[in-house]
């Protein structure tokens, strides 16, 4: 296995070296360049948080704008708000957490993983994007702490809607988490940290920036690097984590600049599935896995060793005459030097294998893939507005396999779940239009084909138990048309109607007769932004036929049609600047998720989110005071397992000192608490055991302390 991903490296490095020389050599020179950095056409790339702007109002301290050319429900978050707010430590669900209709829980990672609700739509019902790259696996699900930490993001944008045509991926409907990582800085500088917080926590990172290398004309990098490792809250639930991220950002010519991206990740830990009501009236709410490897729970037999990269070569060109280029040539992998080992049934004592009766059964888990795949649009400016066409194409080959095992003797199997060869072709072209119908009225219209090709050559399958080899095809032509109109310079509405789709999970048999999942979604908004005052709201209604939904027992899904659903629901966002370096935001939603047959609660989908709280920034000082509640919901089908609404108060500061000794340029000290009132509520529902089916939980993760230093020079 090792040799075999050496050699995928080697292969796809040469894949990157000679696009590079291709796009190089391909983009033609723009008429009148003159090679000057300064003159540059801005191509879009983000800004860091060293870019101007008026630190004395609300749309610079929110922590949340939607700005006023959106033609959906939008929540930017900026490099601000992440890098005063966020301890480096966390991953991208802690930026998201703030927004509303978002709920975000503790998941199987103790806690580093979050499980994540938008407006009740779950983890593989939203897209997730990476610099444009939609990021997924074969079943269509993402993981928050698996590929980029905040401290390489530059914003993060969630689009409640299903986006236009030119919006890529599988489940736009649900929305779209757009991460974006930062640029370069625009001098050259070494930036190192260190921090500790609760649970051991431990942080030391690196980060060197070039500035604008002059013999290179203009292009410019970042290479960042850090290692984190703690013990968690949970008893016996340590992690560890390695991250490395190079991105290179060279101009060809005045209009054209090519991208190197590539992030690499390497995390060791333990994996917690839970525990039941009586483990935690016993040991408490902090409790996660055991240190008796007599126990199925035992934490030796509840770990993995996940190793991840993504890379992409990118090219953004104005060709003149309102030619514009936009291409991504990408590939991610995802792959366990050590196969995820999980105790059968960690909600209770019981022993005994076919090898020996005081054996402690288990399973063990390898999965692997890799994505191959390109992100390409082409963009004309015309009298009446613009038009744009592209397409996304992936291919993504896949092994994965689930085996029951005797963990006392080494992982010695005992039989086979399933053992699998998989691929997922993916192919969407797509056409849009914007018209400009008035000065001051934008109408996009277009219409994407989204193709799905799903194959699965089965050692053993899961739903045969034998042998199998079989494919499966989705396709469908998905119109979307949207406008905005703004009523005045600081103030803008909109309205969109759009057509979603998702195929079936890929765990359904090929011989079953399923249908793909469809929604209609409709919705209405506006944006009104001063420098005192940011204000947002906007109503949704969406149409989901033919829903799929799942549970879990012993940690594998079972899937089942629950027919049609309508979400539907109001949301409202805003941020008062009052003076003397202080602002006010505040934000909630009210949400409905609700079977069409039953009239009954969709699982994990709350009936409201409400967050608000205190921003104070003067001089040095950066504060902030957050509380986020989250409304009642049923962690199962069928209105089972309820669960309370429960909140979080946190509180955050940023001391900043500039130039405080000859050659150092900024020393920033963050302290941090979250939990502050300590709560220790239940707040998910994490499925069966696999013996007992006993339901099993996850607490609300107690207070805890995080603290670091940057030194930058």
């Keep these: 296995m090792r040799r075999s991903n050496t050699a995928d490296r080697r292969r796809i490095s040469r894949r990157f070296i000679d696009a590079a020389l291709w796009l190089a050599a391909s983009v033609p020179p723009v008429v009148g360049a003159t090679g000057a950095h300064a003159q540059m056409t801005d191509l879009g790339t983000v800004q860091t948080s060293d870019s101007a702007g008026d630190v004395n109002s609300a749309v610079y301290q929110a922590p949340t704008t939607t700005p006023l050319t959106v033609t959906q429900p939008t929540s930017v978050i900026s490099r601000h708000y992440i890098e005063n707010n966020i301890p480096q430590t966390a991953n991208f669900d802690r930026v998201i957490n703030v927004a509303p209709s978002v709920m975000v829980q503790p998941s199987g990672s103790g806690g580093d993983d979050a499980k994540i609700s938008i407006r009740g739509f779950q983890n593989g019902q939203f897209n997730t994007t990476l610099d444009g790259i939609p990021l997924r696996n074969f079943g269509l699900t993402q993981r928050s702490g698996t590929f980029i930490m905040t401290n390489d993001l530059g914003q993060v944008a969630i689009d409640r809607g299903p986006g236009t045509a030119s919006t890529v991926g599988d489940?736009?409907?649900?929305?779209?988490?757009?991460?974006?990582?930062?640029?370069?800085?625009?001098?050259?500088?070494?930036?190192?940290?260190?921090?500790?917080?609760?649970?051991?926590?431990?942080?030391?990172?690196?980060?060197?920036?070039?500035?604008?290398?002059?013999?290179?004309?203009?292009?410019?990098?970042?290479?960042?690097?850090q290692y984190t490792k703690g013990d968690s809250y949970f008893t016996n639930?340590?992690?560890?984590?390695?991250?490395?991220?190079?991105?290179?950002?060279?101009?060809?010519?005045?209009?054209?600049?090519?991208?190197?991206?590539?992030?690499?990740?390497?995390?060791?830990?333990?994996?917690?599935?839970?525990?039941?009501?009586?483990?935690?009236?016993?040991?408490?709410?902090?409790?996660?896995?055991?240190?008796?490897?007599t126990k199925q729970g035992y934490a030796g037999y509840n770990r993995w060793n996940l190793k991840t990269d993504?890379?992409?070569?990118?090219?953004?060109?104005?060709?003149?005459?309102?030619?514009?280029?936009?291409?991504?040539?990408?590939?991610?992998?995802?792959?366990?030097?050590?196969?995820?080992?999980?105790?059968?049934?960690?909600?209770?004592?019981?022993?005994g294998t076919p090898f020996g009766v005081q054996d402690v059964p288990g399973t063990r888990n390898p999965v692997n893939y890799r994505a191959y795949g390109d992100v390409i649009s082409l963009e004309k400016d015309l009298t009446f507005g613009d038009i744009k066409v592209g397409t996304w194409a992936e291919h993504q080959p896949v092994y994965r396999a689930n085996y029951n095992v005797d963990m006392t003797l080494g992982q010695k199997v005992i039989s086979a779940n399933y053992d699998q060869h998989l691929s997922l072709d993916t192919v969407q072209p797509f056409v849009e239009a914007d018209w400009k119908a008035l000065p001051d009225l934008t109408i996009t219209t277009g219409a994407k084909y989204a193709y799905v090709l799903r194959s699965y050559e089965s050692v053993v399958d899961p739903n045969t138990h034998g042998a199998a080899q079989y494919s499966q095809t989705w396709a469908?032509?998905?119109?979307?048309?949207?406008?905005?109109?703004?009523?005045?310079?600081?103030?803008?509405?909109?309205?969109?109607?759009?057509?979603?789709?998702?195929?079936?999970?890929?765990?359904?048999?090929?011989?079953?007769?399923?249908?793909?999942?469809?929604?209609?979604?409709?919705?209405?908004g506006t944006s009104y932004q001063t420098k005192t005052f940011t204000l947002a709201g906007d109503f949704y209604y969406i149409d989901f036929n033919n829903m799929i939904v799942s549970q879990t027992i012993g940690g594998i899904a079972n899937y089942f049609n629950a027919g049609g659903a309508i979400y539907k629901?109001?949301?409202?966002?805003?941020?008062?600047?009052?003076?003397?370096?202080?602002?006010?935001?505040?934000?909630?939603?009210l949400n409905s998720a609700k079977n069409k047959q039953t009239g009954q609660w969709i699982a994990q989908a709350p009936n409201a989110t409400l967050a608000g709280g205190l921003i104070y920034e003067e001089g040095n000082w950066h504060a902030s005071l957050t509380d986020k509640w989250v409304g009642m919901r049923f962690g199962d089908v069928g209105e089972k397992q309820p669960l309370s609404p429960f909140n979080q108060l946190d509180m955050a500061i940023t001391y900043k000192i500039k130039n405080p000794l000859p050659n150092l340029t900024v020393v920033t000290a963050r302290f941090g608490i979250d939990n502050i009132l300590n709560s220790h509520a239940i707040v998910d529902f994490a499925g069966y055991s696999g013996t007992t089916v006993t339901p099993l939980f996850y607490t609300q993760v107690g207070r805890n302390i995080y603290s670091s230093l940057t030194v930058q020079f």
Excluded: C
């Design 171 to 225: 489940a736009t409907f649900g929305g779209t988490v757009a991460l974006q990582t930062k640029s370069p800085m625009s001098t050259m500088a070494t930036t190192a940290t260190t921090g500790l917080g609760s649970f051991n926590t431990q942080l030391y990172g690196v980060e060197f920036d070039s500035g604008p290398i002059k013999g290179a004309n203009g292009a410019s990098l970042f290479f960042d690097t």
């Design 237 to 293: 639930v340590g992690k560890e984590r390695r991250n490395a991220i190079l991105k290179v950002e060279q101009p060809l010519s005045d209009n054209t600049v090519v991208t190197f991206l590539t992030l690499y990740n390497d995390i060791t830990r333990n994996y917690f599935q839970g525990a039941s009501l009586a483990q935690i009236a016993a040991f408490g709410p902090d409790y996660g896995l055991s240190s008796s490897p």
């Design 310 to 351: 993504f890379e992409y070569l990118g090219v953004k060109s104005d060709y003149g005459e309102g030619w514009h280029l936009d291409q991504k040539l990408y590939t991610y992998g995802y792959y366990y030097a050590q196969p995820i080992l999980l105790g059968k049934d960690v909600s209770e004592n019981s022993i």
């Design 476 to 524: 469908k032509v998905l119109p979307s048309l949207a406008a905005n109109y703004k009523l005045s310079p600081n103030w803008s509405v909109y309205a969109q109607a759009a057509e979603g789709f998702l195929t079936p999970p890929a765990a359904l048999p090929g011989t079953a007769n399923v249908q793909p999942q469809t929604t209609w979604n409709y919705q209405v």
């Design 569 to 589: 629901g109001v949301e409202v966002e805003g941020t008062v600047h009052v003076g003397n370096g202080f602002s006010v935001f505040a934000n909630g939603s």
